[in-house]
């Protein structure tokens, strides 16, 4: 049985988010350990201004982590993990920008570990308009000093498939591979695939022989042992849109078809597997709930016909972004 979760809220306490998902009878939970659209750092030197600064991440309250731990203890919750700030840029051109990255990606790492954390989701990184190298070598050497910072942290960094909307990379699998081949520390980085993602960024999965080319793919350019965690969301937007944009499990263009290889593939069995859908209620249903259920009538036993609602290969293919 595959390890589903979903990305739940931190409103009130990090604790509250395993409750939740123990409540929905979830084995694993995302979360993030500070505000997603703030920088969680200080000035390391509040006497110090301009292009010369720099940060220290902001640490968790001793009672906080207790809580956490204490909501893991009570529940069948297994392998969280925790999602980076967006504000997070390594790829930036610029200067004061990139540092500021490092320094709070550092900061992640250490909230993570403080938590027991498997580990922290990351987008690789915007080149803004340098260059698609220029970036791709910025992420390395952020990476490098991101590593060497935290050296002797168990918890992992993760980085992210995007759907490479404007100069956002990662949609490429080479991509990703590049920034795990050059890295000092390759070990320490692992690889969450999101659904959603891969496919507006042109990788196609309805069918089989879809699924089983885009895995090779995959495999061939990271390696299929490096995915240490999926984020499943159906797509809004077509195959190859570059657009990200999540829809519940088989409502989108993706359908239930390419959910049912992802939660059947042997090779994800142990795998978490987060929802980052849409939260909220319809007709009285939570909306995790509802995803979690259309996923697991997805899964086959022995001697099981196919399951779940009958497939559907989506919208039209043809609808304009």
Not at 8 to 29: C, H, I, P, R, T
Not at 164 to 186: A, D, M, T, Y
Not at 203 to 213: C, G, I, R, S
Request: with cysteine; hydrophobic share 35%.
């Amino acid at each position: 049985m595959p390890l589903f979760g979903s990305h739940l809220s931190v409103a009130g306490g990090l604790y509250k988010a395993v409750d939740a998902a123990a409540a929905l009878g979830m084995s694993s939970v995302q979360i993030f350990t500070h505000s997603p659209s703030q920088w969680s750092v200080t000035a390391a030197d509040q006497s110090k201004k301009g292009p010369s600064v720099r940060w220290q991440g902001k640490q968790l309250a001793e009672a906080d982590i207790q809580r956490f731990f204490d909501s893991l203890k009570r529940s069948d919750v297994t392998r969280p993990c925790a999602h980076n700030s967006y504000l997070i840029n390594l790829a930036t051109p610029d200067d004061d920008l990139w540092q500021k990255s490092i320094d709070a990606l550092v900061g992640e790492l250490q909230r993570a570990e403080a938590l027991g954390l498997q580990g922290v989701v990351m987008h690789p990184g915007s080149h803004v308009g340098s260059s698609e190298e220029l970036g791709q070598r910025r992420i390395v050497d952020g990476m490098n000093e991101a590593l060497r910072q935290t050296s002797g942290i168990r918890c992992q960094y993760w980085l992210e498939t995007t759907a490479g909307q404007g100069s956002c990379l990662g949609h490429r699998f080479e991509q990703i591979g590049f920034v795990l081949n050059e890295v000092r520390e390759p070990e320490r980085l692992g690889v969450c695939v999101d659904s959603c993602h891969i496919f507006a960024a042109g990788y196609p999965l309805q069918t089989p022989e879809e699924y089983a080319d885009t895995m090779n793919q995959l495999d061939r350019a990271i390696g299929i042992k490096r995915v240490k965690a999926w984020h499943l969301n159906d797509s809004k937007k077509p195959l190859g849109s570059r657009v990200d944009r999540h829809e519940h499990i088989g409502e989108g263009f993706l359908g239930l078809e390419p959910f049912r290889h992802i939660v059947n593939d042997p090779r994800f069995a142990k795998t978490p597997m987060y929802l980052e859908t849409a939260k909220g209620e319809r007709d009285g249903i939570n909306l995790d709930a509802m995803n979690l259920a259309t996923l697991r009538s997805l899964i086959k036993t022995p001697g099981k016909q196919k399951s779940g609602r009958t497939a559907k290969a989506g919208k039209s293919k043809v609808e304009s972004v």
